[in-house]
């Protein structure tokens, strides 16, 4: 049972430059999250999905996209790269009907 | 504004000490709060959980309070290991616990 898995762990970046984090869970959960971690800052929501198909905003959403076509996949797109979004991503699952959270092991992103 | 805090930053103790952390919010009405275990370069794990319907709850070594009118929780580790060291989470239930609003948490040391 692999959990939660996040794809890629480490990715370097150029201004400007496009990317997808691709998250990917097999535990059936109809909800699923991406977050960032910054020192100081803690675990911020960027985006969110309740359901396949379904997204929504979170605290900090500029600058990112989502999509959920299939139930056990969610992205995270970058169109064009800043600094800023230099940070660790988390996506994470939950039941619907439960309280816990599964987070990945993280990707890190470094925007030069 | 809405916002969780956790007492400090950082928080070293002696081995076999209880140690206590804190976590403090305002402007929510969560009906749970949730503790939750990172380690370096890992994503967080889940530990406990607690209603707020529930005075405290106990997992092993790990105790938890709620007090819904102080908007506090107390997350206690008694006879504390070395291995307990590590950087510890609260979150709130937000939204109808479709999302979860997580503190910058408390990095805690225990030394040998």
């Known amino acids: 049972n692999a959990g939660v898995t996040q794809t890629p762990k480490f990715r370097v970046l150029k201004t400007g430059q496009s990317m997808t984090l691709l998250c990917a869970q097999d535990?059936?959960?109809?909800?699923m999250y991406w977050y960032r971690q910054d020192p100081g800052m803690g675990l911020r929501l960027i985006h969110y999905?309740?359901?396949?198909?379904?997204?929504a905003k979170g605290e900090v959403p500029d600058g990112y996209n989502v999509s959920r076509l299939k139930k056990q996949n969610f992205l995270l797109g970058l169109e064009s790269a800043a600094p800023s979004q230099t940070s660790v991503y988390f996506c994470?699952?939950?039941?619907?009907?439960?309280?816990?959270?599964?987070f990945g092991e993280g990707s890190w992103l470094t925007v030069v | 504004s809405q916002k969780i805090e956790q007492n400090s930053e950082a928080l070293n103790i002696q081995e076999g000490k209880t140690a206590t952390l804190t976590c403090n919010y305002t402007?929510?009405?969560?009906?749970?709060l949730q503790w939750y275990r990172q380690d370096p370069g890992r994503g967080p794990v889940f530990l406990l959980l607690?209603?707020?319907?529930?005075k405290e709850k106990r997992k092993e070594r790990l105790k938890v309070t709620f007090d819904t009118t102080l908007k506090q929780s107390l997350f206690h580790i008694t006879a504390s290991q070395p291995a307990d060291s590590a950087t510890y989470l609260c979150?709130?239930?937000?939204?109808?616990?479709?999302?979860?609003?997580f503190g910058p948490g408390t990095r805690l040391s225990v030394l040998p």
């Open positions: 607690i209603r707020e319907n529930e």
């Open positions: 994470a699952s939950k039941d619907s009907s439960g309280n816990t959270i599964y």
């Open positions: 999905s309740v359901g396949e198909g379904t997204t």
């Open positions: 979150a709130l239930d937000d939204n109808y616990g479709q999302n979860f609003v």
């Open positions: 535990m059936n959960h109809e909800y």
């Open positions: 402007n929510y009405s969560p009906a749970y």
